[in-house]
Structure formats: C-alpha cells, structure tokens
C-alpha cells in the first residue's frame, strides 16, 4: 500500500534553514503529484505547495512563496521542501500528501505522519 | 484570495444525533470542495470530495452537499469514533486553502 514518510524536521533558529524530505513507497511516483500541507500546533490546516508529477511546476502559498522551495527527484520516489528564512510561525508539523494521477489532487488521499518543525532562538 | 469559513466552530453532540457542518467561500468554489477528520495525533483523512463523493472506506452515514459557496456536512447519526475535527478545502485552484475548522465533541 501507498506510504508517505517525512523526515527533517528539527529544531532551528529564526532566520535559519532545513530541508524536508518525503520518501514514498507502493505508487508509481512518477506518475503523482505531490504536495506539502502544515499544521502549527494547536492551529488548523494550511496547504504549503504543490509539485506536478514531472517536476514541471510548482505552486506556493503566498505566506512561503521565495522562501520555501518544494523539489523531486523521481528516481528516488522522494519530494522535498526546502525551508529558507525561517521564522517563529513556520513552526509546524509538515505533512507530505499524495496528489493526483497527473492530476493536481487525488479522490482518495494519501497523508505522510507528518515531521515537527520548531523555529525557536 | 478565496477564503473558507465553517461553522459552528464547535458542535456538542451526543452519540445517535444528527450533525451538521457547514463551510461558506467567499467566492464559487463550483462543487470543488472537500471535506477531511481529523482525530488528536493523527493526520487528516479524506471524507468527501467533489462536495458530495464519499471517498474510499467512508462509512455511509457520512454525506456531503452543496455547490458555489454554500456546502454542508452531515452525520446522519453519530458514532463515537465521529468526534474530531472536521476541516474543509477548496481544491479548484491554488491556494488551496482549508476551512478553520468544526470541533465536534461528545455533549
């Protein structure tokens, strides 16, 4: 079956930076896209960005735009986002989500645990 | 920006009623709306897309409505694994933001 497994998540001071990873199991990946969602604690869902299942585009929440950048490698069935600049309420658990058959979104998703990062001096 | 807004923000309830949620946009969202649970420590799952389609393995009692900006869902009778929070999304274009959300609890 389809398995999401976020990894990075850490501890970091504002204005620094950390890389996020999703491997994915059971999909052809390369045929998915994939997005980011977050949740700060206690706090309700926000949607983060979106890749397209060749890489070839990507959308961002304006609250990120210029200072996250969401990747693939599809060789490694792996998304990653890359989280610059960061500041007090970017802290949040990070879900990596299954999107689409070359589609944007999917009728039956698929959620990674999600991994916690703190912004914090 | 369209921007989501679900009420009640919380909904006491008891096991055996009837819930019901609702999620407004402030702009047509068509029927590109869809509906998650989400239980304390775990990620959120699918319920409805396409404002009325049960998503995979969704129980019946569980049914969704609505199109443009007004959409609701509804329990038809609650059980106690129901009780979460209910978060809606727009999935029309990007952003594709979530609604605030609606606490359900045990009255």
């Known amino acids: 079956q389809v398995q999401l497994v976020e990894s990075g998540g850490g501890v970091v001071q504002p204005g620094g930076s950390l890389r996020l990873t999703c491997a994915a199991s059971g999909l052809s990946f390369n045929m998915y896209g994939m997005h980011w969602v977050r949740q700060a604690p206690g706090k309700g869902l926000e949607w983060v960005a979106f890749?397209?299942?060749?890489?070839?585009?990507?959308n961002y929440a304006d609250f990120v735009r210029g200072r996250f950048t969401i990747s693939r490698d599809n060789s490694k069935s792996t998304v990653y986002l890359q989280l610059n600049s960061l500041r007090a309420d970017d802290t949040a658990v990070y879900y990596c989500v299954k999107g689409g058959y070359y589609d944007v979104w999917s009728h039956n998703d698929y959620w990674g645990q999600g991994t916690l990062v703190t912004v914090s001096s | 920006e369209v921007v989501l807004t679900q009420s009640p923000a919380t909904l006491s309830l008891s096991p055996g009623e009837r819930a019901s949620l609702t999620c407004r946009a402030s702009?047509?969202?068509?029927?590109?709306l869809v509906w998650h649970q989400q239980k304390p420590g775990q990620a959120p799952r699918l319920l409805i897309y396409d404002s009325s389609k049960r998503a995979t393995g969704i129980p019946a009692r569980f049914s969704g409505s609505g199109s443009g900006t007004e959409f609701t869902l509804t329990i038809s009778s609650l059980e106690p694994e129901d009780f979460a929070v209910y978060y809606c999304q727009r999935r029309n274009n990007w952003p594709y933001s979530f609604g605030p959300g609606t606490k359900l609890e045990i009255k």
């Open positions: 702009q047509s969202v068509s029927t590109y």
């Open positions: 890749i397209r299942y060749d890489g070839d585009n990507q």
